[in-house]
């Protein structure tokens, strides 16, 4: 019979060193140790007698259970980590390009002449830009209250000149920024590069690119980023850079220097004429009533934005769409069903987000007409 105090010192011995080396991150030992220490404690159980005995065997079970679950978690880890970014990857390279013609965002035509100019025509008339010694490239940031359109115009660029779309948010690369996705960055960077013509979009921009001096992660992320932007950008004219923000005073202001996202566009809430172009858009071929008066919600919606005038349209055909299931007939969609909704939907864009808009255009025009002075 081995001697007991003996085998719970070695015991105790195998679980320090099991606890040791997974702190490390060294299973393997972690595990051999583990198992070594469910053995001794079903040495210990079998040398116990009565209730004692039970607890023990219980005992070396778990932590030979234990010892094998340490394997299988890191396996499993690493298993998930490697797909995910494989998938991510292969995402970038299945890049499509988007369906969403300009035609089919509402209003902001200065906006679309802006951009026309300055991404659009240097792509599809290069000899012309060439004529002019016209400047080209450059990244663009659109900016502005969310749900205006912001990503559905970076969608409608890449359609309009036959590019592929690589759509990242700035939240996503944050959460994952380790060694490895510095290196997705860079994958993403290059497989755009190989493309005849291709679009970066990077939504949420300010999370990934914030002001620095606070936070050291935040800096070093900047600047790594920004060594990629230079790296590519303003190199092949056929790559594009946008961005976009609704937090546009939170992105550092090295970010929107010359050669990088050096145009900011406003985009704005949408006024009458583009918010009757979505109501009608989104009640086309519906049944509405004879005295249906769209030009009433248009003036009814004044701060919602195109994100919101979807949503109300959609909720306010739920009690028509309820009746006509319930009847089994075509009930009409009324004024009435949309004062319902608008009574309990208010513009997801407060005033006071507007106004912090609108102070921020104010510093950018007044910086610009003082440059003008000086110059
Ligand atoms: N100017 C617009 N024209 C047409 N639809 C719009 C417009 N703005 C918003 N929408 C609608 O709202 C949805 C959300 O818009 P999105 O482009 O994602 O907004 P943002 O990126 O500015 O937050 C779009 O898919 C579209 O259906
Ligand atoms: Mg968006």
């Not at 749900?147 to 115009?153: A, D, E, F």
């Not at 190199?235 to 609704?246: E, I, M, V």
């Not at 519906?286 to 003036?299: M, Q």
Request: with cysteine; charged share 35%.
């Amino acid at each position: 019979m081995e001697d007991i105090e003996l085998l719970n010192n070695t015991f105790d011995l195998y679980m320090k060193k099991g606890k040791e080396a997974k702190e490390k991150g060294n299973y393997a030992l972690a595990k051999r140790n583990f198992m070594l220490a469910g053995e001794t404690m079903m040495k210990i159980a079998k040398v116990s007698q009565g209730k004692l005995k039970e607890v023990r065997l219980n005992r070396a079970k778990r932590i030979v259970e234990l010892s094998e679950r340490i394997g299988l978690e890191k396996e499993k880890k690493k298993e998930e980590k490697g797909e995910d970014e494989e998938d991510e990857v292969k995402k970038w390279q299945q890049a499509q390009i988007p369906n969403i013609h300009f035609s089919d965002v509402a209003g902001l035509d200065d906006v679309k002449k802006a951009i026309k100019i300055r991404m659009i025509n240097p792509i599809l008339y290069p000899d012309k830009y060439k004529l002019y010694n016209k400047k080209t490239g450059g990244g663009v940031l659109l900016y502005g209250p969310p749900g205006t359109g912001k990503t559905m115009i970076a969608k409608a660029i890449a359609c309009e000149v036959g590019a592929k779309f690589y759509a990242v948010k700035g939240s996503d690369i944050v959460s994952k920024w380790v060694g490895e996705s510095e290196q997705n960055i860079n994958s993403l960077f290059e497989e755009a590069n190989k493309q005849d013509r291709s679009i970066i979009f990077i939504d949420e921009m300010d999370s990934l690119l914030g002001k620095r001096g606070q936070d050291i992660h935040n800096d070093k992320r900047v600047n790594e980023f920004l060594q990629q932007i230079d790296g590519f950008a303003g190199r092949n004219p056929n790559l594009l850079l946008l961005g976009a923000t609704n937090r546009p005073w939170d992105i550092d202001s090295a970010a929107t220097r010359s050669g990088r996202f050096s145009q900011k566009i406003y985009i704005p809430l949408p006024d009458e004429k583009a918010r009757k172009f979505m109501l009608e858009k989104n009640m086309k071929n519906v049944p509405v009533s004879k005295n249906f008066d769209i030009d009433k919600i248009v003036k009814q919606t004044e701060l919602y934005s195109g994100a919101d005038i979807e949503e109300l349209c959609d909720r306010a055909k739920d009690e028509p769409l309820l009746k006509a299931i319930e009847t089994d007939s075509v009930i009409e969609v009324t004024n009435k069903d949309f004062d319902n909704i608008l009574k309990i939907f208010p513009p997801s864009v407060t005033e006071s987000e507007l106004k912090k808009f609108a102070d921020y255009n104010n510093e950018i025009d007044s910086l610009i007409k003082n440059r003008r002075k000086k110059k």
